[in-house]
């Protein structure tokens, strides 16, 4: 029987994982291959994995990424190390002949209408994004995700000639301490989840 | 600054990790309220956490939740200790009053349409439901989610007269290892990621 993480793992995922303002430190090239190497992991519909990612990390493509962003989130996702860019692609089902081989599944999506297909992206994309985060937590980064942006903007400026479009923003570094808010409640069990 | 876990947590959490289709064992209702307790802290959209979770046990329950499910779907998990119904709360926004004390958030979200809502509530309980699987993972858990059902009939039997809509299943207990499939591939990062 696989045993529970010790409490100081489960504190630095979840317990006192906290969403963070500012940022210090560098997030190498490296790093950001072993988060890759890690969220892939994560199970998706059908092995769909529709998640495609931008990191951010020159100022020119900061200059790109700015203006797409909303006041409240302009100054500190210019100072951050890394911006990640997620996105989901439409055409995600291009994909599953080698991500699902063992049977032709392009055909259950393929055919699907655009508000579907977004439907089906949105949901694994934001499981991938997830796992993003968490995986970014189990490395030793702080995550400040976001979604107060202009998706139109940032597809202009990321996407162009692509079936991605944009859905979630995910500042990644070093959490500066002093740049948290106090923690807002959560629901109780009771008022979230039954058991039946 | 933050180490990352170990080796050992990686690979419970994400690289050795895998969907299960046989489970073994009791998910006790104690185990559920920690598994809440990790994944209520995972970060949503202006901390909206849309997700309501129906863990199902009995089997007055899982008489309820059988016809709804796809043919390949239904001896594996009329069979698994716990089967978790995550579902999304369309009216999310009431709760913002207590979720978002510092900004009246409400307005930011009540007058939107169904499609809008739906979106984001699709979104932010997809999240959740990453953070459901992997903290059930670091609790030592195995997790076997699926799309395939009819959502509609799961509405009609566990949500009727609320504004929850069902999204994702999760079966939960001891993974049994002769029930996995070879892995899939997953996506090389530069198919899936760019660094700019």
Redesign the interface.
Known sequence: ?????PDA??D????T?R?YNAFT?EVS?ET??QL????????T?A?T?P????????D??KAKLGPALSEGNYKKTMAAPCVAIVGYDMRFFD?LP?????VDAKPWFEHRDDANLA?VA???S??????L???AR??????G?M?GFDNAKVDAA?FAGTSVRS??LVNLG?GDPASI?PR????G?D??????
């Open positions: 029987m696989t045993q529970p993480l793992a489960l630095q995922l979840f317990r994982a969403t430190g090239d950001l291959q890759y190497g890690l969220l892939k992991f994560g199970p519909e092995n994995t998640a495609r990612i931008v990191f951010v990390k020159s020119e493509a994909k080698v991500l699902f081989p063992h439907w949105n949901r694994n934001s499981l991938q994004t997830a796992y985060i968490l995986a189990a490395l030793g980064l702080d995550c995700p979604t990321f859905s979630i070093q808010f807002s409640p959560r629901l069990f008022e979230a989840c039954q058991i039946l």
